[in-house]
């Protein structure tokens, strides 16, 4: 690669040709997937493929299936900023209806013909021109660029518990909910009370049937209350557009003013944030039970989990909470620590995900031979900005280590992404650059700067969360979301080694 390049050489020295158009790849036809599709074909920009390992979009929202399924952001929160919805049918939208809206989507901006679904990544290979991409089907496609979209909520994570696999009734992982199993007057365990397994028993435990839950840490619940919109309210909606625009900016506010500065600074809010916890908590009457279901770490240091319905479900009389540890799996139950065996004839796994994957098993490879693999396992996963790789060029992750996915609507912050993105496209089709790549002094500033503004955040209080990555330092962005889309409001291209088209003479 060339030597870097000024800021002020690049914008002084850039060709005047005819705009080139790059080809790209975008591996994902999830939410952020999507995006990059749409922002794409907004420039002008009609030489993409998506690539989607599922037959569908939707992503996350397609993977999962399980009863209960909801978001937990306000659904005319969770919109594309230049898409709202006036037709969500609750306050927190249903998976099958964030999926018909990334449907609607997908067809309104007319991003179907350039998905091709039931294909995978394999391999990249940069050549020092272009991507090089090896399909698991063995088919091959090149770009100049590289965007990986593909979320970090799709590894489905199995805990290790001996004898898991002698289970002989119906055995599911929530992201693969079996949907041919009736739950009805069955004995049911549920190992997991993150949000999917709070979800889960908030459905599942008003069929007929008996719920066992399996507690390995209780967790911080909050009582944001959900609520059905009327059809009045949707109609009112549909004609007043604006009505869902000022819906989007008031959730906006709210998350900004009280949960992202709770989140990153002790005060007010985290105080706030925690009454409403415990308030929450003393609705369960029975004390043993609530002294089962209270957390010893403070609130929002794990993912919080929003549930008005929660405690009320453990009070059900055919809810039992188990919280001596699982010994082993046999094949009529689960024998826990007290000797105990719990038969059952279904056992669910809401036991999350390998979100540390990111892009992976997608392998990348330099032109220098370098894989991203022996770079990660070395130091864990890292991206400056969460989004660029040093010594990995025109390659952009969506969604990567240390972007707000714990403090703030992930969409909002994606746009922020994408949009950055586009500005380094747009900087080759004006012939400013082939390739950039962040340098890694730059990157290892933004670590440094991380690791000074994760003091004071509730993710260093003392628990164990699934933030925590392999060097120690939670993977989410210790500021507020709206800071992080100030650091994207444009490339500093001091922070990156590019090389130039090469200039022919007369």
């Known amino acids: 690669m060339n030597a870097p390049t000024s800021a002020a050489a690049l914008h002084t020295r850039e060709h005047h040709d005819a705009a080139r158009m790059p080809r790209v790849i975008i591996l994902g036809a999830g939410m952020s997937g999507l995006l990059a599709g749409i922002r794409l074909r907004k420039a002008g920009i009609e030489d993409f493929t998506i690539y989607e390992k599922g037959q569908d979009v939707g992503g996350t929202w397609r993977e999962n299936r399980y009863p209960g399924l909801a978001c937990d952001v306000p659904a005319h929160y969770y919109t594309y900023s230049f898409e709202p919805n006036p037709d969500w049918h609750h306050r927190f939208a249903r998976g099958p ?110 069929l007929p049937c008996t719920l066992n839950v399996f507690q390995r840490t ?61 308030w929450n908590l003393r609705r369960v009457r029975d004390p043993e039970l609530r002294r089962r279901l209270t957390p010893d770490y403070q609130p929002m240091c794990k993912r919080i989990v929003m549930s008005w319905e929660y405690y009320e479900a453990m009070q059900r009389p055919n809810v039992k909470l188990v919280t001596e540890g699982i010994e082993r799996v046999v094949p009529e139950g689960i024998v826990t620590g007290d000797g105990h065996t719990h038969p059952l004839d279904v056992l669910v796994l809401a036991t999350g995900f390998r979100t540390h994957e990111y892009m992976r098993p997608l392998e990348l490879i330099n032109a220098q031979g370098l894989s991203l693999s022996s770079l990660w396992d070395e130091r864990g996963p890292h991206a400056y900005n969460s989004l660029a790789i040093p010594q990995f060029p025109n390659f952009f992750l969506l969604g990567g280590p240390n972007s707000p996915l714990a403090n703030g609507s992930v969409i909002l912050y994606t746009e922020a992404l994408v949009d950055y993105v586009m500005q380094c496209i747009d900087l080759y089709r004006r012939g400013a650059l082939d390739t950039l790549a962040p340098t890694q002094a730059a990157t290892d500033a933004f670590y440094d700067q991380l690791r000074h503004d994760m003091d004071g955040t509730v993710w260093v209080t003392g628990c164990q969360n699934w933030y925590i990555g392999k060097d120690g330092l939670p993977e989410v962005w210790p500021r507020r979301p709206r800071e992080f889309n100030a650091l994207l409001a444009r490339p500093r291209l001091e922070d990156f080694e590019i090389s130039r088209p090469t200039v022919e003479t007369a």
């Not at 009327?230 to 009505?243: C, G, N």
């Not at 506010?253 to 415990?278: K, V, Y």
């Open 97 to 206: 209806e964030i999926q018909n809206y990334m449907r609607h989507v997908a067809e309104k901006y007319d991003l179907r013909r350039h998905i091709v679904f039931g294909e995978e990544g394999a391999q990249a290979r940069f050549d020092g021109r272009r991507w090089q991409l090896e399909l698991r089907s063995g088919r091959q496609d090149s770009a100049e660029f590289l965007i990986a979209a593909c979320g970090f909520l799709h590894h489905p994570s199995e805990p290790d518990i001996p004898g898991l696999d002698s289970f002989a009734g119906a055995r599911f992982h929530s992201a693969r909910w079996d949907d041919s199993v009736d739950l009805k007057d069955k004995r049911i365990g549920l190992i997991g009370t993150g949000s999917t397994g709070v979800q889960i028993a908030c459905a599942v435990s008003r």
């Open 218 to 278: 209780p967790q911080w619940v909050f009582p944001l209350p959900d609520r059905q919109y009327s059809l009045v309210e949707r109609e009112l909606v549909t004609q007043v557009p604006a009505l869902a625009r000022l819906a989007y900016g008031l959730y906006d506010e709210l998350f900004d003013a009280l949960f992202s500065r709770a989140m990153i600074r002790p005060g007010p809010q985290r105080r706030l944030i925690e009454a409403a916890c415990h």
